[in-house]
């Protein structure tokens, strides 16, 4: 045997090679983790440095609403109380009943508004009633489907007379029963439970729902609608069709071509000084005023908090594993690792390296 060969000093190339691809996959995996802790960092201070703007914000709205409520308490509701209304439609003759009882603005907002102390409580009052729409076929439904542009079908009407003090005011709504509404893409389609696909595009068949009219008080104490916002309840809001109807979506599914589809329409009247209507023209529709400035402290402080908490372990690991004593072996899983440590500590003595070279000579003169 050569005196190289007995010479022989074990080499890191075989275990750095199988630990390469394991330290950079690691490498990429708690860089992705540093960057989204900088990410969360960056969210929580923009959180705490706008946390006075969105409060103010909030309180503005709340101080219009707020005396929105005391209007309509003290001045509005009374008044609305005494008024007589009736409708006319699809040969159907029906007075709206008056719906009231002591409920609190929570039931009208959004659920996320009930922890909030600051709203108040208020009274509502609106006049409620429904009537049978006209029945139409589902072969009917099916042809209006078929047509390739959105429009509507089924015109229809409904005649109100609002009587008080002594005074009648009339007014007419008309708006289309059937709508086909179409929309680019199949996402849409996959969002909404009443869609067709054709040829890439989606269609929606709508029924009217509920139709709802603002009123105001005149000079002379009498009601009339609200011109100022054509008698929409969800006028400004984005939740709703801007108009006097909400329309929902209709599924035709598998249905006989000579089955009769029939519809219930409710009507409501509202004041135009509802507190939720202003509510709802306040918010967009949304129902929610926003969060207060402390609400938005506290989610950027915790935001910093978990980055923090989350970036100083994940440094520290990456220091030990580049400039620690043992940042190869840390790598290095198994058996490799064990072998690896044991060639360090052997490497630091060289009495264990010379017994090593003499253990391999005499193995090979026999």
Known sequence: MSAAAALRIPSRAPYYSSAFLDKQSKSTWFGALLFLCAAGFAAGVYLLVSASAVGKSRDENLVNYIEDVEHWTDDVRPSFLGVDIYAEAFGQNVTLAAIESGATSYEDLHKWEEGHSDLP???????????????????????EMEQDVAHDFKMSQVRFSIVSNGANSNFTA??????VEKYPGVQECRLRSSTVHSFGKCKVLQRARTVCITVQSNDEGSWEVDRRANGSCWQGS???TPGLVDYEDYRLGHRVAE??????????????????VQAANLTNGTMYFG???EERSVEGLV??????????????FFWDTYYGEDSDIDWMVGSEARKYKKFRE???EPESVMKEIVRDFEMHSL
């Open 121 to 143: 409580k208020y009274e509502p009052l609106f006049y409620e009633g429904s009537v049978g729409a006209t029945t139409v076929t589902v072969a009917d439904l099916y042809t």
């Open 174 to 179: 008309s708006f289309p029963l059937w709508k």
């Open 238 to 240: 984005h939740s709703h």
């Open 259 to 276: 089955e009769e589809v029939s519809s219930t329409l409710k009507l409501l009247i509202r004041s135009s000084n509802d507190p939720y």
């Open 291 to 293: 969060t207060t400035s």
């Open 303 to 316: 935001l910093v908090i978990v980055s923090c908490a989350l970036t100083l372990p994940a440094l520290c």
């Open 346 to 348: 052997e490497e630091k």
